[in-house]
DNA sequence: GGGGAAAATGAAAATGATTGTCAAAATCCC
DNA sequence: GGGATTTTGACAATCATTTTCATTTTCCCC
């Protein structure tokens, strides 16, 4: 049964930005769907161990998921206000990711690379 | 009274690699210090605030803190089996952030960025 | 040195996201 | 349909981190 799954891919895709588990349960709940936490969290796992999703931490260590359009390696450009979220590959960092661990002798090199900003609309309106 | 952040501070010093706030604390009690762990958290913070150590989230969402060679923006290379740290400034990224940034409209760019990798010595040993 | 305000400390309780448990429900295979 | 297997979800458990709050320490002015 994977109906849970979808309807958790499915709150995700509709959303512009990253949103938290807890989020995602009560978004779901608010539209009437009969689901657990529990299963959120197990969805959204799955979801993400199939590269269906994309997984980072926020500053508070909270997870946060989102519906990627790409399944490639890409990074993302986050708005800290809002949310909004721009998908950006970045050839650059990759190389230079792989660069700087080979210098050192690492091997096996991966790497997180967030970037965050306020988004035009957001930096038009008077700070919160 | 510093004393006892300054106590923290030497206690990271004297560590490799990043270590949690409850790592710092249990090290601290063992060397016989009279500390809490409500003090340990609130050092590690200030330090942290002050940008006197850095911290980074490990995959599991726990805050690791490490007293750092410079005060300047770098990044980190971490070897994930032993935990080695290597400082590395990165001109490259911090104009890709900067760029990518823009590119989309977004001001007040930060980023986040750490690469993870396994260090000579920890790939001449025999995974575990 | 003394007095009192303000900051620091720490033990224990609270918080909050995430995970584990386990029985009930859904699904599958034959 | 029937039983094995998987999925689900309510609730409890976990665990790092924060809060609370009373006690202790430091600081400043005299």
Redesign the pocket.
């Known amino acids: ?1 994977t ?3 979808d309807a958790v891919h499915d709150t995700l895709r509709q959303s512009e930005g990253f949103r ?3 989020d995602v349960y009560a978004e779901m709940r608010n539209h009437g769907a ?6 959120v ?3 959204l ?1 799955a979801l993400a161990d199939g590269g269906k999703v994309d997984v980072l931490r926020t500053d508070d ?3 946060v998921y989102r519906a990627c359009a790409t399944e490639s390696h890409h990074h993302h450009l986050v708005c800290r206000r809002c949310g909004h979220t721009v998908e950006v590959a970045g050839p650059a960092v990759e190389r230079w990711a792989e660069m700087v661990g080979s210098e050192h002798g690492f091997t096996e090199i991966t790497h997180t690379v967030e970037v965050f900003g306020t988004c035009s609309s957001c930096s038009a309106t008077p700070a919160g």
């Open positions: 049964m109906t849970r799954r938290s588990a807890q009969k689901i657990g936490l529990t299963t969290y197990r969805a796992q260590g909270e997870s």
